[in-house]
């Protein structure tokens, strides 16, 4: 990755990391990148958004670029609108699953994909640069939010499923998705119970959306609802829960997926890509049905990247991001929905019936450091990971990485068992403490 961009575009702490004068800068250095043309931008709910909008808007602006904003809307729908309407390019403010408190940026080019890391790369060299637009070659900005009426069309018009009569519980995080989600869902005839639909700009993703899905299992049981689905911040990903409340995540989701898949292409050979994330159990069932089956590092842009290298059309990691491209270029949460809904309801069996077999028992952990990349390359860490690794062996696997997005470790330990897993990861949790605890001496 480059310098100020991450695993997925710019994101960082509001007032800290960025502020209203790097986030104009970027503007500036991204209208440099693309000369000229025009621009669409979305955001989401934070409090934030509007001081990055008009920022980033501003810098464009000044490099010469007009610019059209949509307000609050998911990401996906940019990526949409990016292409459909011949923009040069699309922006969302967003920083996707985060707190209210960070705020960040993900661009897309014409066609609605993600800018590779060589673009981000080329647009950071830019901010070197200040060479200054003639009056005359300053852009425009104008805002338009009838256009995400043609997102809600392409959604809707996606699949000809019929949800009359299905109860489908909605948790909007208190984000992007609030613009829309409903919507889509009353106009494909489903009863619709939503929560986490009452954003106040500080309130997005706290206890509610795709990393806090308890609230959405009972209100799917409570209400009997068919499915339940639950997004982030800016809805580029969804978990959903069956009607017996259990969670499906990002894996099963891609599982039966690519099992329909399989059964519309027939005999066609096909490529499913996932992350060394995704669960063993999950590649072991895709295997199965004769598909081949490849791994990425974590993060949607990865996965994007491969299916764009192999010309596939399906991939997905754990967290909820999942793409069909041979629908729309990026992860589309409330397409992933609707998706799931039309393949359950043509089935004419439950949700909870999709599924025969169990996942490997996994357990995920997040240590805050500051000096995560430290930690990662600490001798101590490497010996410990590496002696639970030959334990392991076959029957399971350690994962530890440094978040592309925030100063965080993140360790996932698998196993056939649940109580391997806990002896392993509390093994390292202890071997972090003492490597904090003598980094905090040393300092």
Excluded: W
Excluded at 309 to 324: D, I, M, R, S
Excluded at 431 to 439: D, P, S, V
């Amino acid at each position: 990755m480059g310098i100020f961009f991450g695993t997925d575009g710019l994101r960082g702490r509001v007032n800290i990391d960025l502020n209203e004068k790097t986030i104009y800068q970027f503007g500036r250095a991204f209208g440099t990148f693309l000369k000229q043309g025009k621009v669409i931008i979305g955001t989401d709910t934070r409090i934030s958004s509007d001081l990055f909008l008009l920022s980033f808007s501003a810098g464009l602006i000044s490099a010469g670029i007009n610019v059209t904003s949509v307000c609050v809307c998911p990401t996906a729908a940019i990526s949409y609108l990016t292409k459909k309407l011949q923009f040069d390019a699309g922006v969302v403010i967003t920083s996707s699953h985060n707190p209210a408190e960070f705020n960040g940026i993900k661009l897309f080019n014409k066609v609605g994909e993600k800018f590779s890391e060589c673009e981000e790369i080329e647009i950071e060299k830019n901010l070197i640069k200040n060479n200054l637009t003639e009056l005359k070659k300053l852009g425009k900005f104008e805002v338009n939010e009838k256009l995400k009426n043609i997102y809600v069309d392409f959604l809707v018009s996606s699949t000809d499923v019929n949800l009359t009569g299905k109860k489908i519980a909605l948790d909007l995080s208190n984000g992007s998705a609030c613009s829309i989600a409903e919507k889509v869902f009353n106009k494909l005839g489903a009863k619709v119970y939503a929560i986490g639909k009452e954003p106040n700009g500080m309130n997005i993703n706290e206890n509610v959306g795709a990393l806090h899905i308890e609230q959405l299992q009972r209100v799917v049981t409570e209400k009997h609802a068919d499915f339940g689905f639950a997004f982030d911040g800016d809805a580029d990903r969804v978990i959903a829960i069956d009607e017996l409340g259990n969670i499906v995540d990002g894996d099963k989701i891609l599982y039966l997926f690519a099992k329909n898949y399989k059964k519309l292409q027939k005999n066609k050979p096909a490529t499913i890509v996932g992350t060394v994330q995704t669960n063993l159990k999950i590649e072991q069932e895709i295997k199965k049905l004769n598909m081949n089956f490849v791994k990425t590092d974590v993060g949607d842009k990865n996965v994007s990247e491969k299916l764009k290298e192999l010309n596939e059309t399906l991939g997905g990691e754990q967290a909820g991001h999942v793409f069909q491209r041979n629908k729309l270029q990026t992860g589309d949460g409330i397409l992933n929905a609707i998706t799931i809904a039309k393949i359950v309801v043509e089935s004419k069996k439950p949700f909870s019936k999709h599924f025969n077999f169990k996942l490997y028992p996994s357990i995920t952990k997040n240590f805050l450091c500051e000096n995560k990349y430290e930690i990662l390359k600490n001798e101590k860490l490497c010996t410990k990971i590496n002696e639970l690794k030959n334990i392991l062996n076959s029957n399971g696997r350690i994962l530890i990485r440094a978040s592309g997005t925030e100063p965080v470790v993140r360790v996932l330990v698998e196993s056939k068992e649940k109580g391997t897993c806990e002896k392993c990861l509390d093994e390292i949790s202890k071997c972090i403490e003492l490597i904090q605890g003598e980094n905090l001496c040393v300092e």
